[in-house]
């Protein structure tokens, strides 16, 4: 069974950057898919991007896309989150999840089997 870490949080302010990322132990990560949703809140968790387990196919929110690139290094057991041009609106506790599925762009919590604790990103306008 896999184990997720984020870690990269903080506190920025609007227009910067930050980059996630999501450690694995117990399991090697090339053989999940990946995924990272956030939680704002008082509101529902929400997908925000996926990988697949080659690193082949990306997919994004569309509040996200153009700002934000998953990526991964399975050699390093890494998946990385590079988030661009923040906003307050991007405030949310992230969490890497990882699923052992094939082939479809996992979207939704609940195709997800492991999870992370989470990393606090905290944007001020």
């Known amino acids: 069974q896999v184990q997720l870490v984020e870690s990269g949080g903080g506190l920025v302010q609007a227009g910067d950057s930050l980059r996630l990322s999501c450690a694995a132990s117990?399991?090697?990560?090339?053989?999940?898919?990946l995924g990272w949703f956030r939680q704002a809140p008082g509101k529902e968790r929400e997908f925000v991007a996926f990988i697949s387990w080659t690193g082949g196919r990306t997919y994004y929110a569309d509040s996200v896309k153009g700002r934000f690139t998953i990526s991964r290094d399975n050699a390093k057991n890494l998946v990385y989150l590079q988030m661009n041009s923040l906003k307050p609106e991007d405030t949310a506790v992230y969490y890497c999840a990882a699923d052992s599925s094939r082939g479809a762009v996992l979207r939704r919590r609940d195709e997800y089997d492991y999870w992370g604790q989470g990393t606090q990103v905290t944007v001020s306008s």
């Open positions: 117990g399991g090697t990560l090339s053989r999940y898919a």
